[in-house]
């Protein structure tokens, strides 16, 4: 009877578990955005097949980019009709709301590409499906959702573990899907269109995730914090047990079980602003790196894509040994510098990029850099209530991207202008960002 009890208990805490969402979506978003940066070059090299070499590059180059500008516009600025009104539906009706219905955008927006390369469809389609896609939520409801479970689920003292450990398992599927992507995008090119087998994965995996998120997934519930453990011992006259892992400026004194302790507005601001920073730095570099690694002196080809997709999201592996062992010793604050200073550095190696092992050193020197982000939001959480975290989270993420889709618009024309002289110009501008990052966190 107890073993059977044990295994029910031990199969509804796995129920809990928000992973297997976040490893389908992102295997299936990793197919995806090497499949749409493809068809949208071999779009447009089509387009301009009559022109010279050497001026067909440039002029492929630069469509691609005008191409990326509107999309991520459209996909950035759409969710902003919809995510915060979906994450308070989250926080005040149910917390799978702000996960489930953006995982049906997803599927929605991901099969009009498959249509597109079937019916050969014009590639301002693809427009259609950003909007599509941001409307139900996006990204930015998304993961605002993903993060509020998470956190539910967690104890203060290891919530920065518990977050990078989804981030990791986001990082792993991404590395996994990306080394898979230029193959399957190529190897089945004999009997199927080209980009066919490789868009029906990552439908087949949204559709995956939308069903267990509906049927399988169930709500944490939320692990209690210091305030309210305060507040109960009160109650009852007892003593406060100290707290552990909070960020320093939230930690109680001596007396604190006196008085309840208030979540510090200028700190909140002063990791917004981090975030915001360190977000247009890698946003800049790493949305001209795909344009980048198309032309000369790279020149790289499918396989060799997906093979500079995986090197990205083999960080998140770094990342999460990174805060795995630094959060024993060091505080949240000391994790975000070092995580900021390893993307700084390593940008600032990509301005010099001509070989392509000089851009594995570059991606290696990042091994740290996606700690910042989960690290801030852990921060976050510790200086609100449980049921704030969607709305909290949601905010954060509209400032992320509302910075992202002004960044890289931005980004995409300065790339365009310096093309010609130094098509390394935007990741100088990525490291002077990242500096600037580090001003918030003194």
């Known amino acids: 009877m107890g073993a059977t009890i044990g295994t029910m208990v031990g199969m509804t805490m796995m129920r809990t578990w928000v992973e297997p969402v976040v490893a389908g979506s992102q295997l299936a978003s990793a197919f995806y955005d090497t499949a749409l940066l493809l068809v949208v070059k071999n779009y447009y090299n089509q387009t301009n097949s009559t022109a010279p070499s050497h001026l067909m590059q440039d002029a492929q180059q630069k469509a691609v980019s005008n191409f990326y500008i509107i999309y991520n516009l459209v996909l950035g600025l759409s969710p902003l009709v919809s995510a915060y009104g979906l994450s308070k539906l989250g926080d005040k009706v149910h917390r799978k709301i702000p996960i489930c219905l953006p995982l049906l955008g997803y599927l929605g927006s991901k099969s009009l590409l498959l249509l597109l ?22 990204f930015t409801t998304f993961w605002a959702g993903i993060m509020a479970l998470g956190s539910l689920g967690s104890s203060e003292s290891r919530r920065s573990l518990r977050l990078i450990i989804i981030e990791l398992v986001y990082g792993l599927a991404g590395f996994l899907g990306s080394m898979a992507s230029g193959y399957l995008f190529v190897g089945f090119s004999d009997r199927y269109r080209e980009g066919t087998v490789l868009v029906s994965c990552s439908i087949a995996c ?88 198309l032309r000369e002196p790279l020149s790289w080809n499918a396989v060799q894509i997906g093979y500079g997709n995986a090197a990205g999201y083999a960080i998140f592996i770094t990342s999460f040994l990174g805060v795995f062992v630094f959060s024993k010793y060091l505080r949240d604050i000391t994790m975000i510098i070092i995580g900021v200073v390893s993307f700084t550095v390593g940008v600032l190696i990509m301005v010099f990029v001509r070989w392509t092992f000089l851009f594995y050193i570059a991606r290696a020197v990042m091994l740290f850099a996606l700690i910042p982000l989960p690290t801030i939001r852990s921060m976050l959480s510790k200086h609100v209530e449980g049921s704030s975290y969607g709305k909290v989270f949601v905010l954060l993420q509209l400032s992320l991207v509302i910075t992202g889709v002004v960044t890289s618009t931005v980004f995409n024309k300065i790339y365009q202008s310096t093309l010609n002289w130094y098509s390394s110009f935007c990741f100088i501008l990525s490291f002077l960002a990242g500096c600037l990052s580090l001003l918030p966190l003194r």
């Open 117 to 138: 390369i079937l019916l050969d469809w014009p590639i301002e389609v693809m427009y259609g499906a950003a909007a599509f896609n941001g409307l139900t939520g996006g």
């Open 206 to 293: 949204y559709a995956f995730c939308l069903l267990y998120s509906i049927f399988v997934l169930i709500v944490p519930k939320s692990a209690p914090s210091c305030t309210a453990k305060a507040k109960g011992v009160e109650e009852v006259g007892g003593q406060v047990p100290a707290c552990t892992g909070a960020a320093e400026s939230a930690q109680p004194s001596e007396n604190s079980s006196k008085a309840p302790v208030t979540p510090s507005k200028f700190i909140i601001i002063l990791l917004f602003a981090a975030a915001i920073l360190y977000d247009l730095a890698v946003v800049g570099a790493m949305n001209v790196l795909p344009l980048f690694l």
